[in-house]
């Protein structure tokens, strides 16, 4: 295959599978881990092979991982037998206590103009976790531009610092993206968003481009209609009583938002 058909291949397999990716950061920033559940096991290791992958790890071994093989993180293996536990308590456990700093630094990327506070903390964090990668390399001696593999040597990462340095090295890698002047703006480069209805505050992937408030539909009508003046919810709880009692359809309440 051809230089150009591998960059090729490679920029098509990436665009698939970024959305997911940012989807399931989205799901462990939001996570109750105190209520862990299967669901939550199987998210974040699809995570961090998802990530493992589009970090260049060719030999990561999935099959493996997902029967509980952690012998690639450094800090699940030494957890694990520090406190003479199974590598499956040191994973959740890792994840758990990372969160909160995984909620900072994704706090400043959606946000960096309002949150410059947490600027320090959050690179320090990212920098720590995504440069905690071993990699080892093998000189190509099969080198063929036109119908072999042209690459000078080829990669593979032999240890992760941590269960998340493959997730924080492809956040690393699409902010180097945007710093280079690669055609991706900054809501490309990090595009998720914090919801901003009050009490909510989740971070989710919006669905189109542009539509950067709220992480779902109830949010955006909740948010809608506290803005709404008093007299215009009374009106409407005075028609939905009387819709009730008839049978009748309920009544559209009026915004005086811009529409979409």
């Known amino acids: 295959m051809g230089k150009l058909a591998l960059r090729r291949r490679k920029k098509g397999w990436q665009a698939q599978h970024s959305r997911r990716i940012w989807q399931t950061i989205a799901a462990y920033a939001n996570a109750d881990l105190a209520a862990w559940s299967n669901e939550n096991t199987r998210t974040f290791r699809e995570l961090v092979h998802l990530c493992a992958d589009l970090t260049g790890d060719a030999t990561f071994p999935m099959a493996d991982f997902a029967r509980g093989d952690f012998s690639r993180f450094h800090d699940v293996n030494q957890l694990a037998q520090s406190t003479k536990q199974s590598p499956e308590w040191a994973f959740r456990e890792i994840l758990t206590v990372y969160q909160d700093d995984f909620r900072r630094l994704l706090t400043w990327l959606c946000s960096p103009e309002k949150h410059s506070e947490l ?26 531009e036109v119908n072999g593999c042209p690459l000078f040597y080829l990669k593979n990462i032999s240890n992760y610092g941590s269960i998340l340095s493959p997730v924080c090295k492809f956040i690393f890698d699409r902010i180097e993206r945007f710093h ?23 971070f989710a992937l ?6 950067r ?35 009748a359809a309920l009544p559209k309440a009026r915004s005086n938002c811009p529409k979409r």
């Open 180 to 202: 280079e002047g690669d055609p991706i703006d900054r809501g490309e480069a990090v595009p998720l968003i914090i919801c901003q209805r009050e009490g909510c505050g989740r």
């Open 206 to 211: 919006p669905q189109r481009k542009g539509r």
């Open 119 to 144: 600027a320090k903390g959050a690179t320090q964090f990212l920098m720590k976790l995504s440069s905690s990668i071993r990699w080892t390399v093998e000189a190509n001696t099969e080198f063929d």
């Open 213 to 247: 408030e709220f992480c779902g539909n109830n949010c955006r009508s909740s948010a809608y209609q506290s803005k709404q003046p008093r007299t215009e919810k009374n009106r409407y709880q005075r028609k939905y009583r009387a819709t009730v009692k008839k049978g």
